[in-house]
């Protein structure tokens, strides 16, 4: 089994991108992709696949077989390539692809893709186009749609440990702060700097964030989830490039070294779940990667969790062993998860303030993690040298779930 | 790098299967994929991970994100799972991620499935779906659909090599006749049994097959080509078990080993081809493929082409080497790839006759192969122990392409 590294990453900013498509985005990520290879890459000589992950092109841009359409964009048209989906991990199963590709031996330098261009639909349609994530037939005929499907998971999590939906603002808070610090981020400011533009705006006043959160400003979107629980609508792409270890250090001398990969799946259907508040995705897609990695939750230094919504950041970091369950929102409160913790979550400030372009979202998460593990995430470098990263990045109600991790 | 053998195939009859969804199909496929492991196995125990090729499900069943939904409708959730897509090849992009996994070491059984599910709308929304595997901007825009894309293909070979559409005939009359010998194809009817049946219904007559398909019951879809050019719309499922080469002999003493994969993609766009009458697609994969399996086109004794429009088998048969260019028509004309000839192409009756569920062709390919390397294929077995198969399935107007190679 050969060794594969991590030789670059780029991503665009993630937010509104009226004026460009999906293969444009893509563009615009490569060239600060190719810009970030230490050493200089040729991608016409070196790269020698493509896989893309992009959740639903056919309602966005009415295009699907992205495979030789990128590789045509890019000046790269020849090579082999496919686009790859699993909902909101589309580009996480990317990766997947180009980790087994390269691992095999077949190839030694592969380019993998995310990209999603939400923004040409209004509201409406994108939560149509995001439901296909969740099983037509058991889930949506109920007349669910997915934020009703985490709502619902919060519900059984508050019951279940006695917590509350204000506990549970901690993951907003932190989020939008460090989104606050990431100029690639669609949101980049903090509750407390919304909360006092609003009051001046409005000419009320707030005696705090959770104040500002608990009012007329933030919406209930599906009980007990409001607007700011819920990630945004966004447009971006984020790339990675992949080589063999045997040969990554011809293009930097700080590789990253992908140490653990593990899949996951649950049923589809939420209400074939014994349990709401665990999945078994990404259970049984970290153990495959701890195992592999020879590492286990305490030896994570920094991770980047897909919180969808608030409730899943904390869901999953009890899923992957961070905190027992029950107590993850206790230490979110904490502050361990913070950019001073013991444990820093979500450091470029996660879907919901970085934005979330849902195929994209896999390779931004390590986009950030190269980042910290490279000592290079500027005013939300996280302290200590972090040495190993986790990347953990779900599709739909968390029926599929990718885990890796990273050393450098 | 590990070898992967083919352990099992398994696929539902092509047709119409109004009474079944996508996931109803997998598991009429995956009951039979079962039977057919020589040696049984346990499903539960002994498969690892699973990939799906299935080209536009949002269109037909409004639903994505198949792997979970897979999983656990074979009751195996919780294993590692994702959607492979390359239009038209989504499913041989699945056997692709499959051999990837097993090949790096990673997983030792995999189960790799296509799928499409396509009756659920009619011919013009169909078309709609299909035509997301062209370029949006640069194709879609002037107006085309696939036919046209194809006859563009047809009109620039005529032209280029003084072939014309009664020559092209013979790839319709050949497919029909293996299809008819075919218990798994939609039409199971020779040009000649259906033209006897249409005079009869008629009260006219034709003097022979040539008379029927150039009459007005062959009407035109898109100038030359017409509707018995043309693959139908169709519903099915196929599935293979490929596992490490070093346990297969578990499952079967008949294992069939995968000894080359190509993949090749060439510009989406028909627009930017220099020459329409080849795909750098497949040039590229099947020279990937010879060069890993160290064989050549001579060394081929039975293949599956990639027969969406009549054209198409022509086109594909040349680009693989097995006659030069702009005698692929001359050849099949001469019986040379019929069940008697040289190189056999499309035994099973290919998508013509066999049908063309898009997402299920490629795995359904592989099932031929299996047959006919096993010496299983029954009225079409070809004769002479056929040792080494191809199959090449492509995607779009053949802007990507899968080449596989196989041995018994």
Redesign the interface.
């Known amino acids: ?2 060794k594969v590294d991590i030789i670059s990453v780029g991503m665009t900013r993630f937010g509104k991108h009226p004026e460009k ?1 999906g293969r444009d985005l893509i563009l615009e990520a490569l060239l600060e992709t190719i810009k970030n290879v230490d050493k200089g890459i040729d991608i016409k000589k070196e790269v020698e ?1 493509l896989f893309v992950g992009y ?5 966005y ?9 990128v ?2 964009w890019l000046g790269i ?11 909101c ?1 589309s580009s996480s ?1 990317a990766l ?2 180009g ?3 390269i ?4 190839y030694d330098v592969v380019i993998v893709i995310g990209v999603e261009k939400m923004t040409t639909l209004d509201t409406s349609e994108v939560t149509d186009a995001l ?7 058991f889930d ?1 005929s109920t007349g669910i749609t997915f934020p009703g499907l985490f709502a619902l998971m919060a519900q059984e999590y508050f019951q279940k440990y006695g917590e509350n939906w204000e506990n549970l603002q901690a993951v907003t808070i932190k989020n939008h702060y460090n989104g606050s610090l990431n100029s690639k981020a669609q949101f980049q400011n903090t509750i407390s700097s919304i909360a006092k533009k609003t009051a001046l705006k409005k000419g009320c006043s707030f005696k705090n964030d959770l104040d500002f959160l608990n009012s007329q400003f933030n919406p209930f979107v599906a009980y007990p989830l409001r607007l700011y629980d819920c990630a945004p609508i966004s447009d971006g792409a984020a790339i990675a490039i992949l080589a063999n270890s045997k040969i990554s250090k011809r293009f930097t001398d700080k590789p990253i070294h992908i140490i653990g ?9 939420l209400a ?1 779940r014994p349990d709401l508040t665990t999945s ?2 990404v259970i ?2 970290s153990n ?1 990667a701890y195992k592999m990695a020879k590492v286990g939750p305490k030896n994570i230094d920094v991770a980047e969790l897909h919180d969808c919504f608030s409730i899943n950041e904390v869901l999953l970091s009890e899923d992957l062993g961070f905190f027992e369950k029950g107590h993850g929102l206790v230490a979110i409160k904490e502050g361990r998860t913070s950019l001073q913790g013991d444990i820093p979550i979500n450091t470029d400030g996660g879907l919901k303030s970085k934005g979330h372009p849902v195929g994209a979202t896999g390779i931004a998460m390590i986009h950030e993690i190269w980042l910290q593990l490279r000592g290079e995430a500027g005013s939300r470098q996280i302290k200590g040298n972090p040495r190993i990263g986790l990347t953990c990045n779900v ?2 109600s968390s ?2 779930s990718f885990v890796f991790i990273f050393e450098n």
């Open positions: 089994m050969e498509t696949a959740f639903t092109p056919t309602f841009e009415h295009q699907a077989h992205y495979g030789p359409l590789t045509e048209s020849g090579i082999p390539a496919f686009r790859t989906e699993s909902a991990a199963a997947s692809a980790f087994f590709a691992s095999s031996g077949i439901a296909v994530a969740a099983d037509d037939i949506l990969i593990g899949i996951g799946t649950d049923s589809l259907a074939n078994r995705a049984n897609s495959a599709g739909g029926a599929s």
